[in-house]
């Protein structure tokens, strides 16, 4: 299965996890499976219109799934997609 | 024509001068450079430290703020001897004391659209060593403005980022980061903590970023993302493209001057009276006191981290993390006063701000939140 990479900033809103293995053949069925087993990790992650917020990127294989095929991008059983979002701390 | 090196240079630098791709030349490419670092806090202490110690002939520090001590649990260049000072003349200070044949240029003020071209102007980098999004969004757009590299780097918790955004090269931060997160969706390191010696990894990886790019050595960050994992020493590279409608840096781009980054992010830029909700919305830790006594004293609704309890506390407070609190409001009674508070009144701010869009109007927020409470009712609790 497909796994999500989360980062410490969202951890804590998958029980504490910092990788979540999900289904999906797709980043959008992966997101999907993602959030309805994690609700409030949702609205970190999108938008009211289920868009992926603009301070979020996820990466498969090293590649922006933004210049890939967006949430239409597939991901294979053994990919990690690592999803990162902009901090500001320094 | 390169500035020639004095025999204590020679001396000094004798570790660089033996290494054949940076040699005699390359120091004296160093001493002719000249590096920004905006912020002297958890990131620009490593990075001015290391530039320092390596010889960049100019280099200067912007911010606004005085050492406090919970800096000192990360921000390296600063000490127990300087609390209370300037934070740029503390670390000027230090760097001199580390490499007196260094000039060090120290501007006491925010970072902003008003200054930030003529301050940056002057260098062949910027090393963004900032804590908030509007400074971050203003380095950049000035660094591609300007045409000149952008060392970035960004911390929280045990959470590492760092790259470097060169416009002429590859992509800039908007085009990783097209815009900001909502207002208080991202906790800052005062909100959400960070490992003290975190920064020092980023800093030390920014610090070596910019010396290839001042020497013109090696394969710079420019078009990758170091994610850096403190917890389980994992570093992920991830690629950057230049995003063809970047906004800034993209053929069609349509922002050709500095903008209003408050006003764009939503947040302030630097500290503008933190952990007040506004006079309206506030109370203060004297008023609480009387209200408790009332005859229906409010809920006392503590929205911080549960672990953070156990450092202080007050006696009959709800605790719902401001993170779940969208999802809990139905365990609130919207017809109770209820009276807001986390550590310092930012985050607390953010729940009233909440609750009142969802319909709560009985609610207040303790301003300056238990810290203020400890310094100003109950000394016996301490500050963190």
């Known amino acids: 299965m497909p796994t999500f990479c989360v980062p410490s900033l969202m951890k804590y809103y998958v029980d504490d996890q910092t990788e979540v293995q999900v289904k999906g053949g797709t980043i959008a069925q992966a997101l999907n499976d993602l959030t309805t087993r994690y609700p409030t990790i949702k609205t970190h992650i999108m938008d009211s219109q289920g868009r992926l917020r603009r301070h979020v990127n996820l990466f498969v294989n090293k590649e922006n799934i933004r210049s890939l095929n967006g949430v239409d991008t597939r991901v294979e059983e053994s990919d990690k997609i690592i999803l990162m979002s902009s901090i500001s701390g320094g | 024509m390169l500035p020639e090196l004095s025999r204590e240079e020679i001396l000094r630098y004798s570790r660089h001068l033996l290494i054949p791709d940076v040699g005699l030349e390359g120091q004296r490419k160093l001493k002719d450079s000249s590096a920004l670092v905006i912020g002297t806090g958890g990131l620009g202490s490593p990075v001015a430290l290391y530039l320092a110690a390596a010889g960049v002939g100019r280099i200067g520090l912007v911010d606004y703020d005085v050492v406090d001590p919970t800096n000192l649990q990360r921000q390296v260049v600063h000490g127990t001897s300087t609390v209370g000072h300037l934070k740029v003349d503390s670390a000027r200070k230090r760097l001199l004391d580390l490499n007196p044949f260094i000039q060090v240029e120290a501007l006491n003020e925010p970072f902003t659209s008003a200054n930030a071209m003529k301050v940056a102007g002057d260098y062949d980098i910027i090393i963004d060593g900032t804590d908030n999004f509007p400074t971050r969004y203003l380095s950049n757009d000035v660094a591609v403005f300007l045409g000149i590299p952008n060392v970035y780097g960004s911390i929280y918790r045990f959470d590492g980022q760092a790259s470097v955004f060169d416009s002429k090269r590859g992509p800039c931060y908007r085009c990783l980061f097209p815009e900001p997160p909502p207002p208080g969706m991202v906790p800052t390191c005062a909100e959400g903590g960070v490992l003290g010696v975190l920064p020092g990894t980023i800093g030390t990886i920014q610090a070596t970023e910019a010396l290839k790019m001042l020497l013109g050595i090696g394969s710079s960050l420019v078009g990758r993302l170091l994610l850096y994992n403190a917890l389980d020493m994992s570093f992920e590279f991830v690629h950057l493209k230049k995003n063809p409608n970047c906004r800034v840096c993209g053929p069609n781009a349509d922002i050709k001057e500095l903008i209003d980054y408050e006003e764009f992010c939503g947040v302030p830029g630097h500290d503008v009276d933190e952990g007040s909700a506004g006079a309206s919305w506030d109370i203060t830790p004297l008023e609480l006191t009387r209200t408790?006594?009332?005859?229906?004293?409010?809920?006392?609704?503590?929205?911080?981290?549960?672990?953070?309890?156990?450092?202080?506390?007050?006696?009959?407070?709800?605790?719902?993390?401001?993170?779940?609190?969208?999802?809990?409001?139905?365990?609130?009674?919207?017809?109770?006063?209820?009276?807001?508070?986390?550590k310092s009144g930012t985050r607390s701010s953010r729940a009233l701000e909440l609750l009142v869009s969802a319909g709560f109007k009985r609610v207040k927020n303790l301003k300056g939140g238990i810290n203020a409470w400890a310094k100003e009712i109950d000394t016996r609790l301490p500050t963190y």
């Open chain 2, 292 to 342: 408790l006594k009332s005859k229906n004293p409010p809920l006392l609704l503590d929205v911080r981290e549960p672990h953070e309890l156990q450092i202080s506390s007050l006696p009959g407070a709800m605790n719902i993390p401001l993170g779940l609190l969208a999802a809990r409001l139905s365990e609130l009674d919207s017809a109770r006063e209820m009276v807001v508070f986390c």
